[in-house]
């Protein structure tokens, strides 16, 4: 009896988790739908760092396409980059409709928070690459152009819509899972993998993990690598005050038992 109980109560638990796969599936191919036709507003949204880093400077800058589907695979892929954007918190809440009913009270809690903040540390990061991180990356790589005064012909960017598209994804991506580093080491420290002194005693290794993590997250530059590094190591320090407190909650309540 308590087997069959049992093995129903597997079942109806695949069967809620298909349910909300489903109903992410369904409003992630509803969106892509929805965002193909706005994707030329969305492309000009992200082309908009590279479009503002050359005003000014008197050449007639344009994108190129060198395949006839090119244009066309990248408004695709930009829908889908701004369904899976929207669809997110959709996910997030539908993946929480499903843990929910097995937590505690106080587990649920101490989960919700997390919820929040890894949405919104995503889109700072995502944030810090288009308004900061590309423009200055941007002017960085035109800094390379030659007028042939040199070289004998001249050196002149001509980005492709598709590399362009690629980059900025890639960098948004990039930043947005990053800054997730506080998400990761509060939840480790609530299963005591880590507490605030281990991370403290490993501050040097975790500064050449950071540097060397955005050598590989970050294209082969300078100003984009130092652009991550540099909000991770104060991401690192803010997820060990983050650790102090959960330790110390953790202590009062100990001390109330």
């Not at 050449?59 to 006839?68: E, K, P, S, Y």
């Not at 408004?75 to 499903?98: E, H, R």
């Not at 889109?123 to 002017?139: D, N, Q, T």
């Not at 407190?245 to 001390?255: G, L």
Request: include cysteine; proline fraction near 5%; glycine fraction near 4%.
């Amino acid at each position: 009896m308590s087997k069959n109980k049992s093995e129903g109560g597997f079942i109806s638990h695949l069967t809620e988790l298909r349910q909300r796969l489903i109903y992410s599936f369904i409003c992630l191919a509803a969106l892509f739908v929805i965002s193909y036709f706005f994707s030329d507003y969305i492309y000009g949204f992200l082309v908009e760092p590279y479009s503002k880093a050359v005003e000014g400077d008197n050449v007639d800058r344009r994108l190129i396409f060198t395949a006839l589907q090119e244009t066309f695979l990248t408004y695709l892929k930009v829908s889908f980059f701004a369904a899976f954007f929207v669809t997110c918190p959709f996910i997030l809440i539908q993946i929480w409709k499903f843990i929910a009913p097995g937590l505690y009270e106080h587990e649920k809690s101490a989960i919700v928070p997390y919820l929040i903040i890894t949405p919104i540390l995503f889109l700072l990061g995502g944030m810090l690459v288009y308004y900061l991180v590309m423009p200055l990356a941007i002017k960085f790589f035109l800094s390379f152009e030659s007028t042939g005064a040199i070289t004998n012909l001249p050196i002149q960017l001509e980005a492709k819509v598709n590399e362009y598209l690629s980059l900025v994804m890639k960098l948004i991506f990039a930043f947005g899972l990053s800054f997730q580093l506080p998400v990761v080491l509060s939840l480790l420290a609530r299963i005591g993998v880590v507490d605030s002194q281990y991370l403290k005693d490993r501050r040097k290794y975790f500064v050449v993990i950071i540097f060397a993590a955005a050598a590989i997250l970050t294209p082969p530059d300078p100003i984009t690598q130092i652009g991550l590094a540099i909000p991770l190591l104060i991401l690192y320090e803010l997820s060990i005050l983050s650790v102090k407190i959960i330790e110390k909650k953790v202590e009062e309540k100990n001390a109330q038992y």
